[in-house]
């Protein structure tokens, strides 16, 4: 294997700890944390809020430090860091502990979209497919997240859920830093400046872009983060009949997001040969559908449109990174990156405290009615794009 591809597939594999990591405590909480520690689930996932709080706020510093220093020895640091609070938060033996453990998960996996994500696309010209398979690996971490936790839970209880993976990201970060010191001759630092690719476009054109990426950002990370948080407990109450036990239901979990993240394969590949707006408008249509129609969903039938509501957020994520990868230089990349997951992490944190609330009050049916709206404000965001020359994918000269 050349050392490029050896080094994509690390790339690869740190998403999937990304995704993974934050979302134990999802399954844990749903499974078997509540009756353990006699609390309801509304009471518990709060304590999950700083984690993510941590996830966008220090994606930004994470970000900076990356251009300033080197990309490879920042994901070292993320393996190693991310691994080891894990560890740490499997010793915990009270609500605020676990906050404390969490907080310190999300710390470090604030690191990989700024960083990672340059990596990935670094020196390439059509990002779509490239931005989708890696995108695929965070989203197969979303989904082992659940399974592999729920068999953890039922084999060796909630800490070893904590501590296997933990384990695993140490492990992969000692590996990664000797890949990285076999080629000391290589940095990633951003010395050479690239025009970015809107580079004669009218600023207005190009602050309007912006503005609907992070406006969509924002909307998708609500999504993101409650289908992604709530499924286990959405399963564990609707799927009664056919899933009893905690690695049933991150079982069928683990099927829905994997099954769902060929989404964005097949995303990436229009968004490299047909026009973003058009693209992004059919993927924000079918979220606003699909959130009303599995409302009031039980047993197999919500099992089988929680396939379709997943391939849709899933699909959203490589096109908000491909017309970030498509306007940024390379020398700020990292941090246009960090930015846009700042953007996305905070309405993921915020995401946590309503899910409580509108569990605990209305159930889950409120819930999908709320993201309806929201794709569908996102929908009239989306439209507004520039159709044409804008976001052509076409690389930039360099100076």
């Not at 470090?108 to 020196?123: K, Q, R, S």
């Not at 409650?226 to 979990?253: N, Y």
Request: glycine share 8%; charged share 10%.
């Amino acid at each position: 294997m050349s050392r490029d591809k050896l080094n994509f597939l690390f790339l690869n594999i740190g998403h999937l700890y990304d995704h993974y990591f934050v979302l134990i405590f999802a399954t844990v909480a749903a499974l078997t944390l509540a009756s353990e520690w006699n609390m309801s689930y509304a009471a518990l996932i709060p304590y999950a809020t700083p984690g993510f709080i941590a996830f966008g706020m220090f994606a930004v510093p994470a970000g900076w430090m990356a251009d300033k220093w080197d990309r490879r020895h920042m994901m070292t640091v993320f393996f190693i860091g991310i691994g080891a609070s894990a560890m740490a938060t499997a010793a915990a033996e009270s609500p605020l502990q676990i906050g404390i453990g969490l907080f310190c998960i999300g710390t470090f996996a604030a690191i990989y979209h700024p960083v990672g994500l340059a990596l990935v696309v670094e020196g390439q010209t059509k990002t779509g497919v490239i931005l989708a398979v890696n995108g695929i690996w965070g989203n197969f971490g979303v989904g082992v997240a659940a399974m592999a936790t729920g068999i953890l839970i039922d084999l060796a209880g909630w800490r070893a859920a904590f501590l296997v993976p933990g384990a695993l990201s140490i492990a992969t970060g000692l590996l990664y830093a000797v890949f990285v010191s076999s080629d000391p001759g290589k940095t990633t630092t951003t010395a050479k400046k690239t025009k970015p690719s809107l580079a004669g476009v009218e600023r207005r054109t190009i602050i309007h872009i912006f503005a609907v990426i992070f406006f969509s950002t924002a909307v998708g990370g609500l999504a993101f983060q409650s289908t992604t948080f709530a499924l286990p407990k959405i399963f564990d109450e609707r799927l009664t009949d056919i899933a009893g036990t905690a690695t049933l239901v991150g079982t069928f979990a683990f099927i829905v997001f994997t099954v769902a993240a060929i989404a964005q394969l097949i995303v990436g590949y229009f968004t490299d040969r047909y026009s973003v707006r058009w693209v992004f408008g059919a993927v924000a249509v079918t979220q606003a559908i699909f959130y009303l129609a599995v409302q009031d969903l039980t047993g197999w039938p919500a099992l089988i449109v929680s396939v379709i509501v997943m391939m849709a957020v899933f699909g959203q994520i490589p096109i908000n990174d491909v017309l970030v990868g498509r306007i940024s230089t390379e020398e700020w990349r990292s941090r246009v990156f960090a930015f846009r997951y700042l953007v996305t992490f905070t309405a993921m944190a915020s995401t946590l405290p309503i899910i409580a609330w509108l569990h605990a009050t209305w159930g889950f049916t409120a819930l999908f009615g709320v993201l309806a709206a929201a794709a569908t404000a996102m929908l009239c965001a989306v439209v507004t794009l520039p159709g044409s020359t804008v976001i052509t994918g076409k690389p930039a000269p360099a100076e």
